[in-house]
């Protein structure tokens, strides 16, 4: 600290009085800084060179972190208050320092870090004038702005705070309270924030001030007499209920006590009040230290480790986090690859647990994956679901290549896929997920080989599904063809996630996708795949619920393999009109009308037909021509 005024140039005697003075000011006690800074072996200097380290070792004074990790190691809050204590007297003597961009530095830590401290202690009026002198080289132009301004307004404030109280102050006479008042206009930089939040300039701002009303009460009557001056002051002004702060009931944690209150005064203005007795005025002013004075303090100490990377961010973890808790809590892609790390230039594994102020660089392979062990290694929540997830993932690619293989081995035997002899050879085997299966076949825990002459001894080639063909088309009711889109005679036509071929897959029956649709891959529960159209009425619902288990999908060849398709038509209640359509659908080539299904009311009929056709170019023309059968009002695509 010493050292940093020798930087600026001033005398670190005269910093070091002016930091005892106001340490003074706050805590009652007198400190000769200088000596205690001077003593090398001194645990006071000890901590001080803590905090220093701390600081150096972080990338930014502005992260949230740092001010935890601080309050969190130093055991002597007095050596906290020393330091906001010194960097106010630093910021009050470096306006002559020609150095620009020293004083930028040290006005950024003194705003975002020492005042949020002094914030956090409750040293309000410290903290106050750290922002503003912060602000004072910062932003310059918007300092002096609003400071000239509260110069030109304060002879017409003054009256009004005059004009505000004087009723306030005869009612609060008579009830025979004792108090005085006071009128305090805000800080410069609480004005500037506001500006900036409200959009509007320093007259904008109609809260530039607040009135304060101190109660020299008995300790057991002082909520009692608060709340006794609140009625008085609502009784004679009309107050705004959505600003209104009751830190009487429910003090803040840094134990400030006080009742605010907005009223709308003379001339249509708004105007704070401030509500508190004596003692809480000063717990108010000197937050901490005034605590010292009224029943002690409790130090100040946080949950958690604070671990730094090599470029200095630092991050928060809860106590006992190892190596894998932080690579995990960084990045999900650096967890699954980590091997380690380095700590202190020491090499140590990923189940290691770190220490608050451990500076840790993440080791990785990417040959590295994330283990099942993983899990016991693990302490939070957050990286055991991380790691799960992985796993999962991981395990459904490697199913997926598993299932390939045994489908292209199938094909070299010239074994027929037929998922039903496949689903009794699967739980033959013991499983009842068909996800399991092909983990084992993964995982080479089943012989491939065992598996296809199981599959070929229950697999009847000369089982084959016909069709009855019924004679009424009212009455016609045929099975619905297996979803089953793969042709045993030609190639697949889909590339799933565009990397693998040959996949098991069906198409979803509730958009029956067709060669030439825009499609997406889903997996199911069960481990298959079923392919979707992207306008599918469930694309919304499975892409919100279940994003983890989409996949892309494409058509790839010429085509050339049919698909059901259900087709909604609606015309006049002639059966010639039936007729007609079959006609045309029996002309045309490479169609196929596999079932009809007719329903009449009031002279309109309502047919659902289900079609074989290979692409979508094909089911248009379809559509356009039962179109243009008399007596016909609307084709549609179900």
Known sequence: MLQLC???????????????????????????????LSDEGSSFVTAVRKVEMLKEKSA????????AFIMSEVADMKVVMMFIAFHVALMRNIKDVENGELKQKESREAGVLWAQIAHQLGLYKLKSELEDLSLKYLEHDAYYHIKEKLNETKASRDRYVARFISPIEQKLTEAGLKFHMKGRTKSIHSIWQKMKKQHVGVDGVYDL???????????????????????????MYQSNPKR???????????????????????????????????????IAEHGLAAHWRYKGVKEAKEDGIFVFTPKGDLFKLQAGSTVLDFAYHIHSGLGNRCTGARIAGKQVPIKQVLHSGDQVEIMTSNNQTPKQDWLNIATSTRTKARIRQSLKEMQFRQALMAKEVLERKMKNRKLDFDEPTLMHTITGFGFKMVTDFYAALAAEELD???????????????????????TSA???????????????????????????????????????????????????????????????PNAKQLRDRFSYRIVKAEWAGKGGQQYPITLRVVGNDDIGIVNNITSIISKEEKIQLRSISIDSNDGIFFGTLTVMVDDTSRLQQLIKKLKTVKGVKDVSRQ
């Open 448 to 470: 491939i080989n065992d598996v296809l002459e199981d599959y070929a001894g229950r697999l009847n080639p000369s089982e084959n599904k016909t069709v009855t063909e019924h």
């Open 209 to 235: 001030f607040a009135i304060r009303i101190i109660l020299d009460s008995a300790r057991h009557k002082e909520k009692q007499d608060c709340w006794q001056v609140f009625s008085v002051i609502t009784d």
């Open 60 to 67: 930014s004074v502005e992260n949230e972190n740092l001010r």
């Open 6 to 36: 020798e930087v600026f140039g001033l005398d670190p005697i005269q910093i070091a009085q002016q930091t005892s003075e106001i340490l003074k000011e706050e805590t009652g006690e007198t400190e000769d800084i200088y000596k205690l």
């Open 244 to 282: 209104m702060r009751d830190w009487l009931s429910v003090p803040k944690d840094n134990g400030y006590e006080s009742l605010h209150i907005t009223v709308l005064g003379p001339e249509e203005k708004w105007v704070e009040v401030q509500i508190r007795t004596e003692r809480m005025d000063d």
């Open 474 to 536: 009212k009455e016609f009711v045929l099975a619905e063809p297996s979803e089953t889109a793969t042709d045993k005679s030609k190639e697949d036509v889909l590339i799933i996630d565009r990397s693998l071929k040959g996949i098991d897959f069906q198409m979803a029956k509730c958009c029956q996708p067709v060669y030439g649709d825009e499609v997406f891959g889903f997996v199911t529960s069960g481990g298959g795949i079923k392919i979707h159209r992207t306008d599918c």
